[in-house]
């Protein structure tokens, strides 16, 4: 158990698992890592295999709440950051941090996103501690993936000057590169991806905000100094105007002596039906909540189906596809493609379906 | 009104068009030939036209007496014929011929199937007003359809002397061919595809089965014989015994005086979901039922759902695919394989799944 707290960071609300995520359901509190949990419940299992129970927060939209209640029973309702309204993570950290700091005092905070996927626990729980001590030293850390791929996905960070195994000061963060750049990049072979997993301690980050972020840094100071019994009428009165910028623009990139820990465990970002896909998941019976899929001449296509009752799907000749059905809503995709969902989605909003969003 | 009787033929339990097609809802309940009715009312409206109304009948099987009744409000539950067992056509149109024999008299009678798709109204009613014509002189009559495509999938009939306007002896009937023995009969250019709709008179035809059919035969006699109130009790004793063959092999390619009605109406015999789809039927939003269907770059996919409520189908990216979606089974098929939907249907009956079959 690590001497730290952690804040699983469950606000977002994306659309690219339409039709199985829906406005009230999330990315996040979907099973799309395999088996039965969904991401954001896997999160919890990682974070409870590391922290200690009554340091463990999650942050969530306020429409969120009941579900992301209903999906973690252990977790305590007072342990539910709910913000009013989304403003990227930057004040979402700012708000843990600013918890934490008033609980617990200065310590180490990790702040993860809910809705990736990880395996490889015994590395996780090794980078972690790494990335604690770090804090403690006063680093601000971000995990760093190996790159596998050219990805022009995500952002990247070049390490610089070593602190130890597997870590390594921050040179700079690059912005999403183009496909050349990325070839580029990893045949430097000294960038990772970044991940979005963070680690720092309570009071540097509440500093750098302070001094980066005014009207977040406001925000902080007056949660730490309301107490317990303040905080709800603090966040009612100032979280909507904080500035709505990510922790890594807000804060990261600007500021020094930041570290990347090279993670040693399999990551995926859980980007699109492709990334799920991918891995082979929901592809069983049993995966599919007894749901029988037949396939004739049909390789590479993937079928998940949420649809109630025993429904049956039968693919016929159609090769490298994804399959996504529910009791409203249908995806028949190609694989690649999936990407593409995001547009289907905002047709969908065009045309006034709100009732399959 | 033609002066002739009409026996639509309704007993048929194809699985191809399945998920629609279920054992319970075989094809020609089904709305396949564009436009909310089903096949049997298509058949229905256009017998109707032609036909006087105490004149037409309705075979069909014991287990479809409802449904049919149900998409036929107006047929009087008299008129329809429930077969015990299946038998094919042959003891089907026997039993047809001897209730109409019976109640009207040696009088023309038209046997068609309810599972076809026809345009055309004139020409129908003009090749029927010729069929019937050449049934009163003594002639068997079946409908020829002028080949467009060489198709390995149906009987061809090889016409001889003409008969006036449209109207040929009929040569032999040839078997279904091959490919390239397909592609030479078209060549030649003096067949037709047999579309196994008849038109005969009842006392030839009575005669002919009675000659060629023993048992089929002795079923017929005892039907005119018994009266209506003995009717039930004669097919509750003889229909099973009656032989189970097609009235082609049983009685058409052995008789005498057979002609050919070359029709010039539209036709389909409707074989697959691909015979649906090349016409294009069910594509429109208002074909599905309320259902939305979005496709972004899926040429050539063609969607019906009848899942309840408004559902949303989105096609990402694969073209010439045919999709089937109801509230327990969902196909995705490719275009051209829709053939294979039988073995899908084999493989659900060998899991026990007869609850969607």
Redesign the interface.
Known sequence: MLDAACAIMAGGAGTRFW?LSRFDRPKQLLALGGGDRSLLQLAWDRARALFPLERILVVTGERLVEAVAGQLPELPRSQILAEPVPRSTAPCIAWAAARVHREFGDVALAAVPSDQWIEGEAAYGAAFARAAALAREGWIVTFGIPPSRPETGFGYVQAGGALGDDAFAVARFLEKPDRERAERLIAAGDVFWNSGMFVFSTGRMLEEIRARLPETGRFAGAVVAAGTAGEARVVAERFAGCEAISIDYGVMERAERVAVVAARFAWSDVGSWDAVAERGEGEAEAASGGV?V?R??APG?WVR?V?A??????????GD?I?V?T????????R???Q??R??VE??KA?G?G??L
């Open positions: 039709p029988l037949l004739r001449d296509t189906s649809a009752g025993r429904k049956v799907v039968a693919v016929v000749g159609v596809a399959v059905d009791d409203d809503a249908l995806l028949v995709c190609r690649g493609a999936s593409d969902v547009a289907v047709a969908l045309r379906r009732d399959v």
